[in-house]
């Protein structure tokens, strides 16, 4: 599993977010290959409204370990990109 951390610009008003505003995301892709699993997370949060997508960060997590690691393994990001392959979490910039 792959963690992007990234940074979008809200195309419109959208919840708490501002047109034009920057947006941080966390983006969790359960995707074997790093280049397709990149790919995914700007979709994504291209898919939430978003455009500019830069990522910041990239950490690769072995699933094989996520069992082992009580943090991990009650993450409720990373039980949800387990369950559908991916998670994305924005976060308030104020």
Known sequence: MYLFSINATAKTSKGEFTEGEQAPFIVYIDFKDMFGAENLA????MAE????V?????????NAHI?????LAKDPQILE??????CVQAFSAH
């Open 42 to 45: 700007k979709l994504f949060v």
């Open 49 to 52: 409204g978003f455009t500019n």
């Open 54 to 62: 830069e990522i910041e960060k990239r950490k690769l997590i072995d």
């Open 67 to 71: 069992p082992d690691n009580p943090a």
């Open 81 to 86: 990109a387990l369950a559908k392959g991916y």
